[in-house]
């Protein structure tokens, strides 16, 4: 199974407890949409695969490639702060007080902007957020040290 979407989607599924995704169709999608703003808008400009690209085929060096993560990934994450922000259905976490599929998006994400040293100083949703869900084991637990892969 590939693409974090479709496995989270699968889990959502397989295993509805706790649910990740509201009950109502109109919430399900502003959650969807927080998730594929993260996973679609800014993850992909981002990934490894086109940092080595830049490189190989521009002559980027590492400074010039950790400006690119660094921009990209602040405008995407101000984008989301702005839509975190502006919405009544936002709470402890992405949507509502409890985890959501957009809030299992947003964590990595986060994950990666701190070890690039990307400014999030201008995101006060996004911090609060992204504490509330790091206060919980389920998160703290799927962290990338934590793995058994990690190097």
């Known amino acids: 199974m590939t693409q974090s979407l479709a496995i989270?989607?699968?889990?959502e599924e397989t295993h509805p407890q706790p649910p990740l995704l509201p009950a109502s169709a109109e919430n399900r999608a502003r959650v969807r949409a927080?998730?594929?703003?993260?996973?679609c808008d800014i993850h992909p400009v981002n990934n490894l695969r086109i940092l080595?690209?830049?490189?190989?085929?521009f002559g980027a060096t590492q400074e010039q490639k950790d400006a690119w993560y660094r921009h990209w990934v602040e405008a995407g994450l101000l984008a989301v702060e702005q839509l975190l922000a502006a919405h009544p259905?936002?709470?402890?976490?992405c949507h509502g007080d409890a985890p959501t599929l957009a809030d299992?998006?947003?964590v990595p994400q986060i994950?990666?902007?701190r070890r690039f040293d990307c400014p999030l100083e201008a995101m006060p949703t996004i911090r609060r957020i992204v504490a509330?869900?790091?206060?919980l084991p389920a998160f703290r637990n799927a962290a990338p040290a934590l793995q058994p892969d990690a190097e």
């Open 111 to 113: 994950f990666n902007a």
């Open 104 to 106: 299992c998006c947003l």
């Open 89 to 93: 259905g936002t709470g402890v976490f």
């Open 52 to 57: 080595q690209y830049l490189g190989r085929e």
């Open 132 to 135: 509330a869900c790091e206060a």
């Open 8 to 11: 989270i989607e699968y889990l």
């Open 34 to 39: 927080l998730a594929q703003t993260i996973a």
